[in-house]
Nanobody, 124 residues
């Protein structure tokens, strides 16, 4: 089993920045892709960003590309999401997810392990 714990959420004004972290523990010895997703009230969970095991491959949703940056530190089993130029429409619960193997996907169904999420609220 794998446990994922997110941190770093909070309340920020539009145009501000936040840095989210997701620490993985448990059976993390194999290669895995990490993803960030978000879910706003009344909306479906949506893809935000993903990063490959090596860190060389990243992919972003169009809505965040150029503003958000995903990175990882495999020695610490931690993935980060740097969020800049935040907008009110970025308000959501942000969840990290883990997918075993080297193939990456932005699909929610492709991830087996999920954290509980951290709330990000952007005020206008």
């Amino acid at each position: 089993q794998v446990q994922l714990v997110e941190s770093g959420g909070g309340l920020v004004q539009a145009g501000g920045s936040l840095r989210l972290s997701c620490a993985a523990s448990g059976r993390t010895s194999s290669m895995y892709t990490m993803g960030w997703f978000r879910q706003a009230p009344g909306k479906e969970r949506e893809f935000v960003a993903l990063i490959s095991w090596s860190g060389a491959g990243t992919y972003y949703a169009d809505s965040v590309r150029g503003r958000f940056t995903i990175s990882r530190d495999n020695a610490k089993n931690t993935v980060y999401l740097q969020m800049n130029s935040l907008k009110p429409e970025d308000t959501a619960v942000y969840l990290c997810a883990l997918r075993r193997g080297q193939l990456s996907t932005p699909e929610v169904a492709g991830y087996s392990y999920w954290g509980q999420g951290t709330q990000v609220t952007v005020s206008s």
